[in-house]
T-cell receptor, first 115, second 113 residues
């Protein structure tokens, strides 16, 4: 039962343009969302997060938007750089029941930024 | 500050054998979680330990077990290995507060032949 879904397995963007990665979730108990970046042969690295009390969070070139009514979040990277090429995972957690103390991950989106 | 250390990095085992993977968390982190990453399923939660107690467990068979020691180091064990257990096993540590902001290790790549 995939409670966090990333429906685009891959995304290709030209350097300098905007990259938009999307993520949907189904569990209403989720109240905290994160994005991780992963290179081959390495563990995921935390990128940015957002609490459900907010609808936007920015950190440099990275912005995460949360639409609670649609159960949708997106990660915007502006401008995209070749070094951003990696797999991006969306993850969610909650503060009750089975959502406590764990993250639910999407299956990832491979971002390729070409010069 | 040392990161999360997982050993070994690579492992090849035969079907039916058992395996033990080790994880040393960041100093001061009391929570250790384990995830399995496979191409088809993404990252799947195995279990989480906090102060030597398992607080949460994912939907994996009983062949998968773990423990945490008083120094917060953790081990996970897989018995009676199956080909489908071939995966990258990731350990993550955190302070144990909510929400979970993990720091992941580089993982152990297990291949079952």
């Amino acid at each position: 039962d995939q409670q966090v879904k990333q429906n685009s397995p891959s995304l290709s963007v030209q350097e300098g343009r905007i990259s938009i990665l999307n993520c949907d979730y189904t569990n209403s108990m989720f109240d905290y969302f994160l994005w991780y970046k992963k290179y081959p042969a390495e563990g995921p690295t935390f990128l940015i997060s957002i609490s459900s009390i907010k609808d936007k969070n920015e950190d440099g070139r990275f912005t995460v938007f949360l639409n609670k009514s649609a159960k949708h979040l997106s990660l915007h990277i502006v401008p995209s750089q070749p070094g951003d090429s990696a797999v991006y995972f969306c993850a969610a957690s909650g503060n009750r029941g089975s959502t406590l103390g764990r993250l639910y991950f999407g299956r990832g989106t491979q971002l390729t930024v070409w010069p | 500050k040392a990161g999360v250390t997982q050993t070994p990095r690579y492992l090849i085992k035969t079907r039916g054998q058992q395996v033990t993977l080790s994880c040393s968390p960041i100093s001061g982190h009391r929570s250790v979680s384990w995830y399995q990453q496979t191409p088809g399923q993404g990252l799947q939660f195995l279990f989480e330990y906090f102060s030597e107690t398992q607080r949460n467990k994912g939907n994996f068979p009983g062949r998968f077990s773990g423990r945490q020691f008083s120094n917060s180091r953790s081990e996970m064990n897989v018995s009676t290995l199956e080909l489908g257990d071939s995966a990258l096993y990731l350990c993550a540590s955190s302070l144990g507060l909510q929400p979970a902001n993990y720091t992941f290790g580089s993982g152990t790549r297990l291949t079952v032949v």
